[in-house]
């Protein structure tokens, strides 16, 4: 089953977007349903922007298999220091030219908690964030199953 | 509605031709990008006065119909390139983003598909 991996440059805003454009792709050819392609991708935007914004690099990793379509997203720091704060809706810490360009707005954390069917943040201050951010998959999730 | 109509009603100038089969079906209006890609469907007119690479990405990831900048915003070159690439349309309309979604949504170009 597929297991890819992406590197996500900090402030790479050139090709941000490249990433879950690629998975986005992967999983139309895997023949899952167009719907919940749209969660995955909104979830791996974010996930994106957020490495490219917040974190000095890092790396996404998605993998498929029959039960799960799985995203993770971890990077070399700087880490979070309150993971609960950072998740609420509206809170951000980027600085005002990440917000004239329209992110920022506190609403990536949010957006992937919302579309996603489970999602783990943990981070450490120093170290770094890891985000494992899953979709179930029901038979009825692939093309070829549909009636 | 065609993309054409749109910027006709938009009297808006084509800075990018999108892929013209794309239908568009539905309309919206943000400038904040995580916003539009909560809410963001296929074959969405979506108006915004962003004009970075990042919007490319966000219709590319939605396979929306076009951008419509207004105000007689311009995009830069690299941007309008990429938008070719996606298959996204750039329009550029003088008038103001208020004005716009009224024009659209007056003819019929709502903010849901369908």
């Not at chain 1, 070399?76 to 950072?86: D, F, Q, R, T, W």
């Not at chain 1, 783990?120 to 770094?128: C, D, E, N, Q, Y």
């Not at chain 2, 970075?52 to 309008?80: F, K, Q, R, T, Y």
């Not at chain 2, 750039?90 to 004005?99: D, E």
Request: with cysteine; hydrophobic share 45%.
């Amino acid at each position: 089953m597929p297991h890819d991996v992406y590197l996500v440059d900090q402030g790479d805003y050139a090709n941000a977007g490249s990433v879950s454009a690629h998975i986005k792709k992967r999983l139309l050819a895997l023949g899952i349903d167009k719907a919940l392609v749209r969660r995955v991708a909104i979830a791996s935007f974010e996930a994106e922007m957020n490495l490219v914004i917040h974190s000095f690099g890092g790396k996404m990793e998605l993998d498929v298999t029959d039960a799960a379509i799985t995203l993770e997203a971890y990077d070399k720091g700087p880490g979070i220091s309150n993971v609960e704060l950072a998740k609420m809706e509206g809170f951000s810490t980027a600085d005002e030219e990440v917000r004239s360009r329209g992110f920022g707005a506190g609403m990536g954390l949010p957006n992937i908690a919302r579309v996603s069917d489970h999602f783990v943040l943990a981070s450490r201050p120093g170290v770094g964030t890891l985000m494992v951010i899953t979709f179930t998959l029901h038979p009825e999730h692939k093309e070829e199953n549909k009636a | 509605m065609t993309i054409e109509l749109v910027a006709r009603l938009a009297q808006a100038n084509i800075l990018a031709h999108g892929d013209h089969a794309r239908d568009v079906t539905c309309g919206y209006a943000c400038d904040l990008l995580s916003w539009v890609m909560a809410r963001g469907q296929k074959g969405m007119a979506w108006v915004t006065v962003q004009t970075h690479l990042n919007v490319i990405a966000v219709a590319s990831l939605h396979e929306m119909a076009c951008v419509l900048l207004p105000d007689g915003l311009e995009m830069e070159g690299a941007v309008l390139e990429k938008a070719r690439e996606e298959g996204i349309a750039v329009l550029s309309s003088p008038l103001s983003a208020y004005r716009l979604c009224g024009l659209l949504y007056q003819n019929g170009l709502h903010d849901l598909p369908g």
